[in-house]
């Protein structure tokens, strides 16, 4: 399309700029050629508390301590952004712990979710060992931390979405005006 720039060295990576407007529709969607360099990863994150932290919470920490499966039901609501409900969650979570005697293999998939979602370290240890080791303190670890960012927990995901919508005015749409000044 365009003759060669014989001062411009091909072989080195150049920042993106705008192709040249041809007329023809394109995708919206910014398209980097294959040698520009892709964004850095962001750096992980600490966890808002410790894994052993259960004391800043003591009626999480019984109520995960004596049925895991409510806990662990409302994490997985909020964390697949309530496709899933807490009450779905739970008993999925209870009846793998009935029958395996190990959700742990469920619920350390949950824990990797969220790591990615807020960009958490995996820390002390890989999620799958955390869980298989300490099931209660990683459970209440993650309730805290969504907590923490904001989340009621007792609400579920419909209810958050509504409480952070509330005062929020839908616009309406409206025909526009006309002048009457106007001629053509």
């Known amino acids: 399309m365009y003759p060669p720039n014989p001062d411009k060295r091909h072989d080195a990576p150049t920042p993106y700029t705008q192709p040249p407007a041809t007329g023809v529709p394109v995708s919206s969607t910014t398209q980097y050629p ?3 360099p892709p964004p850095p990863p962001a750096a992980p994150v600490a ?3 410790g894994l052993c932290d259960c004391c800043s919470d003591v009626q999480n920490c019984c109520i995960t301590c004596w049925c895991p499966c409510i806990t662990f039901g409302q994490i997985a609501e909020i964390v697949d952004r309530g496709s899933t409900s807490c009450g779905a969650s739970g008993a999925l979570y209870g009846l793998i712990a009935f029958i395996s005697g190990c959700a ?4 350390c998939f ?3 979710k969220l790591r ?3 960009l958490l370290e995996e820390s002390p240890c890989g999620d799958c060992c955390v869980h298989c ?3 209660s303190c990683a ?3 993650e309730y805290r931390e969504l907590q923490n960012r904001g989340y009621n927990m007792t609400l579920g995901w419909n209810g958050n979405v ?4 509330r005062g929020v005015v839908a616009m309406t749409p409206t025909a526009p005006t006309y002048e009457p000044g106007m001629r053509r």
């Open 34 to 36: 294959s040698n520009y």
């Open 47 to 49: 966890w808002s508390t």
């Open 104 to 107: 742990c293999i469920y619920s």
């Open 110 to 112: 949950y824990r990797s």
């Open 116 to 118: 990615e979602q807020y």
């Open 133 to 135: 080791c300490c099931e």
């Open 139 to 141: 459970l209440c670890q």
């Open 162 to 165: 509504q409480q952070q919508n």
